[in-house]
């Protein structure tokens, strides 16, 4: 009798370890497929931010140079601007009408004629 109660004991306890290994395995699939599921969410989203950085990376390379040429064009106009202003210096030391003063009558002239002017904006 001791026999059947130890050896239903034994099945008991196989049975019971058996169980418990299947319920481990069970659990441990299910956190499995969970951190799965986790990682090709996260591959998405790494997807997606690596695009946008390299949308950004473009606009970055555009605008660096859109602003390289804005700043050679800017020197190109300023170098213009101080040949003109050379040129205008030159043409005024030469005019001997240049040194003399404005008479009142035409700056007034100027200025009421700007004055009746529709502003245009």
Known sequence: MMFGLLGGLR???ITVALLGGV???RHQQQ???HLRVQNQQLVMQGDVLQSRLLQWQSQAANLSAALNEQKKQQHTLEEMSEQNRQRLQK???R????RQ???VDIIRL???ALN????SN
Do not use: F, I, T
Not at 95 to 98: G, I, L, T, Y
Not at 116 to 119: G, H, L, Q
């Open 11 to 13: 099945v008991g306890g």
């Open 23 to 25: 319920l481990w395995l």
């Open 31 to 33: 956190a499995m497929e």
């Open 91 to 93: 043409a005024v030391e």
């Open 95 to 98: 005019s001997p009408c240049a």
């Open 101 to 103: 003063p404005v008479p």
């Open 110 to 112: 100027q200025r009421d």
């Open 116 to 119: 009746r002017r529709p502003m």
